[in-house]
């Protein structure tokens, strides 16, 4: 399994947007389940969202109706698109194959301010 990279955290004001990627090389993280977790210090690491290889998506309660998970399977590429971001939405972002069970990314900072 290939490490996948996120990218596209920042800061953000809150009610803002962000989208973050998270790639990986090789034509297998196209067919896998991959998910989107977030971690602050603390805290246990939450799945925020997941998709699987046909497309369906499951999201925590507390991110549903605000993000969405997608792919692009051409560019080996999940996204994350994060509106109407609030405070508490802050912590850094990571995606992995869930299935088959991969490697974690470096991870990506959201940091969203009042």
């Known amino acids: 399994q290939v490490q996948p990279v996120e990218s596209g955290g920042g800061l953000v004001q809150a009610g803002g947007s962000l989208r973050l990627s998270c790639a990986a090389s090789?034509?297998?993280?196209?067919?896998?389940?991959i998910g989107w977790y977030r971690q602050t210090p603390g805290k246990e690491r939450e799945l925020v969202a997941i998709i699987t290889h046909s497309g369906t998506t499951n999201y925590a309660d507390s991110v549903k109706g605000r993000f969405t998970i997608f792919r692009d399977n051409a560019k080996n590429t999940v996204y994350l698109q994060m509106n109407s971001l609030k405070n508490e939405d802050t912590a850094v972002y990571s995606c992995?194959?869930?299935?088959?069970?991969?490697?974690w990314g470096q991870g990506t900072q959201v940091t969203v301010s009042s």
């Open positions: 090789g034509s297998i993280f196209s067919i896998n389940t």
């Open positions: 992995k194959s869930v299935v088959p069970a991969g490697p």
